[in-house]
Structures are given as C-alpha cells and as structure tokens.
C-alpha cells in the first residue's frame, strides 16, 4: 500500500541545521508532489513548500523561503526537508504529504508521513 | 494570504447528533479548492473531503462537504466514537497552502 516513512527524532542546538527524509512506496514517485507541513506544539499546520519529485521543481512559502530546502532521490523515492538556522520555535512535528489532488496554488494532501519530531533546544 | 477561520473552536456533542463545523476564507478560494482533514492525538492528518464536497478514497457517507467563495462547512451527519478529534480546513486555490485554526470534536 501506498506509504511515507519519515527519519526519526532530532535534537538540535539553536543556529544548527536539521535533514529530514520522507521515504515513499508503493506509488510512482515521479508522478507526484510531495509537500512539507509542520505543526508546532498547540499551533496550526503550516504548509512549508513543495517538490515536484519528477521534475524536482520546488516551491517554497515565502515564510520559509530563505531557511529551507526540499529536495529528492529519485533513485531511492525519497524526498528530504532542510531547515537551516534553527530557532526554538521551529520545534514542532514535521510532516511529508503527498499531493494527491491539485489545484492551482498547490494540492490537497492524500497520504502523510507519521510526522518527525525536531527539538530546537541549547 | 488566504486566512481561514474554523468556528467553532470546540464543539462538544454526543455520539449519535450532528456536527456542522463552519471554515471562512479572508478571500474567495478559487474553484472550491478546499480541503478537510481529521487529525487525532499523536497521529497525521487524514484528508476526508477534497474540492469542497468530495470524499477522499474510503471515507464514510456519513461525512459531507458544501461550500463556495468565502464560506465552507463539514457536516457529520452521526457521530461515532472515532469522530471525536480535530477538524481542519487548508485551502489549496492560491500560493502559500493555509490551514484554518482547527475544531475540536468533543464528547459531551
């Protein structure tokens, strides 16, 4: 069955970078996007941006967009998250979700990972 | 930025009765590109209604979805015992993807 198995707990120190994988199966990798969304503790969900794994075109929201890095292995189907200069409040639970229906500003998301969660802490 | 807001912020019910959670757009979403989906304790997400009014793969009858422009809500028509959780919209018509503040499903 179709599933995303996301890379376990991070800790990192404020200012340190984090690498999360979302790795896939069961599906054609090339044939989607796949989307990054975190949600901190008591917070709302928060769409980071996304990768078209065929073509590896991202998009990124502009909070974002200076500090992150979607990128994927086709070979392995599996995309990454980068988040670099960590803040404390960038602890939360990092999602990969794949976009199963689109529209034009981005897709609804079908099938999610079981979330990673990263610690911003000194 | 599209900002949608969720209202209630917790709606406590019984199994059985009705649930109507209402999701409002700052702006109009675009062709009704709006997305419902069920969230639990400690578990993803779960898309339950795309285009505003269609059901994803497996998802009971009992869950609809209406709505254009600025005003969207989801309809429970029974509640079961695994309803109880977190609802959110996220809006998928324009860049950047949003997501409404939630509402909680609680038993009474």
């Known amino acids: 069955q179709v599933q995303l198995v996301q890379s376990g707990t991070e800790v990192k120190k404020p200012g340190a970078s984090v690498k999360v994988s979302c790795k896939t199966s069961?599906?054609?990798?090339?044939?989607?996007?796949l989307n990054w969304v975190r949600q901190a503790p008591g917070q709302r969900l928060e769409w980071m941006g996304w990768?078209?794994?065929?073509?590896?075109?991202?998009e990124y929201s502009q909070k974002f967009q200076a500090r992150v890095t979607i990128t994927r292995d086709k070979s392995a189907s599996t995309a990454y998250m980068e988040l670099s200069s960590l803040r404390y409040e960038d602890t939360a639970v990092y999602f990969c979700?794949?976009?199963?229906?689109w529209g034009p500003g981005g897709s609804a998301f079908d099938i999610w990972g079981q979330g990673t969660m990263v610690t911003v802490s000194s | 930025e599209i900002v949608l807001t969720q209202s209630p912020g917790t709606l406590s019910l019984s199994p059985g009765e009705r649930a109507t959670l209402s999701c409002r757009a700052s702006?109009?979403?675009?062709?009704?590109?709006l997305a419902w989906y069920q969230q639990k304790p400690g578990q993803a997400p779960r898309l339950l209604m795309f285009g505003a009014s269609s059901r994803d793969t497996g998802i009971p009858d009992r869950f609809s979805g209406s709505g254009s422009g600025t005003d969207f809500s989801l309809t429970i028509s029974r509640l079961e015992p695994a309803d109880f959780a977190v609802y959110y919209c996220q809006h998928y018509g324009s860049s950047p993807l949003t997501f409404g503040g939630g509402t909680k499903v609680e038993i009474k």
């Open positions: 990768i078209d794994a065929g073509t590896a075109n991202t």
């Open positions: 069961g599906y054609t990798f090339t044939n989607y996007v």
């Open positions: 979700a794949r976009g199963g229906y």
């Open positions: 702006q109009s979403v675009s062709s009704s590109y």
